[in-house]
């Protein structure tokens, strides 16, 4: 049975010049029509019997925090009426800074929220602005601090190394204030340039300079410091958290496990087929209305290529993949699918295998990328 729900809201306040999500700006207008089509659909499948209980919901986008509150409260209300839901559900929504208040989180909570993402990025303000970004860093700060005061213990923050002039004393900077806050959950992304961003354009045309190789290094250094310095543990590739806060919504996808998705783009995989909802969102809202599937591509793995996937997206995690539950789960030994090639990988200190776990080594992590592409 599916345990994972994300729900997805397309719409930002501007576009962030790094961005290649499904995301728009400019759609305030039809924000209403949206939310009536996205609760059709989750109503539609809420109906039959292939969901639940639920032990994590995630909101994601684009901004979800840019409508209004009745809008977010009757989202996360419906989720929690439609569904049969753990008792200890994790139920997670992406925000930017500049666009809460106390009445919106007082409100939120109080319909089930329990954890936060913040999508700071940065706290130097001249960084912010190359980005694109509405807020500020003091904008930031006082919007963990006011969660706080509205009864959220589960905050997280996403900030970004490798931005256009950030130098690694500044990345210092906004990783100290992060710990600082007090908050339980740190996601650290290098920036990758996507094809097709304003930003690869204005990379190409010159206008904007990327950290170099010794510089991300730098950050590298300074953010292993600063992470033990502040009580967090490294869980996965890219993500932090102190004790009992790991976030269990995308450990879950790590795992490769079933998760619905509903909205715009909005993907969802059960038994072993991986299914994407149209992308944009009036086209999604038209196919709903007219009571047609939203459904635009499907995707069925075979067990190979669903355990290779497993494997890969294991891998991120800091513990590994469990062997015994990935022949279990495919009648697939990976000592004996991967041979030389993984003989190899652990002859050159890119994997171990400790008690039932294959894991990166230390050294490992730093060639995820190459590690990855050898297993995929």
Known sequence: MTSSLYI??????????????????????????????????????????????????????????VLSVRLLEKIVSRTVDLFSIVQNVEISMEMNPGTVDMEKLESLREAGLNRISFGVQSFTD??????????????????VKLAGKAG??????????????QTASSWKHSLETAVSLGVKHLSLYQLTVE???????MIAKGKIVLPDEDVLAAMDEITKQLIVAGGFGQYEISNYAKSGYCCRHNTAYWENREYFGFGAGAVSYQQRCRRRNVANPAGYCECIEAGKTVVIEEETLDAESSFR?????????????LVPALIQRYGIDP????????????????????EDFLLLTSRGRAFANLVMAELV
């Not at 094809?195 to 354009?201: A, N």
């Open 126 to 143: 001249s960084e912010l602005g190359r980005i694109g970004r509405i807020h500020s860093s003091g904008e930031a700060m006082a919007a």
């Open 195 to 201: 094809e097709k961003t304003p930003m690869q354009r």
């Open 152 to 165: 959220y213990d589960n905050v997280s923050l996403d900030l970004m190394y490798g931005l256009p002039g």
């Open 335 to 354: 000592t004996n699918y991967y041979g030389n090639t993984l003989q190899k990988l652990i002859a050159n200190n890119l994997l171990e295998q400790k």
């Open 8 to 65: 997805h809201i397309p719409f930002c306040t501007a576009k962030c010049s790094y961005c290649s999500f499904n995301s728009y700006a400019g759609l305030d207008a039809m924000q209403g029509r949206y939310v009536e089509a996205l609760l059709a659909e989750m109503n539609n499948v809420a109906s039959g019997k292939s969901v639940g209980p639920l032990k994590t919901v995630f909101m994601g986008g684009g901004t979800p925090s």
């Open 309 to 321: 996937e497993t494997v890969i997206m294991g891998l991120r995690m800091n513990r590994g993949v």
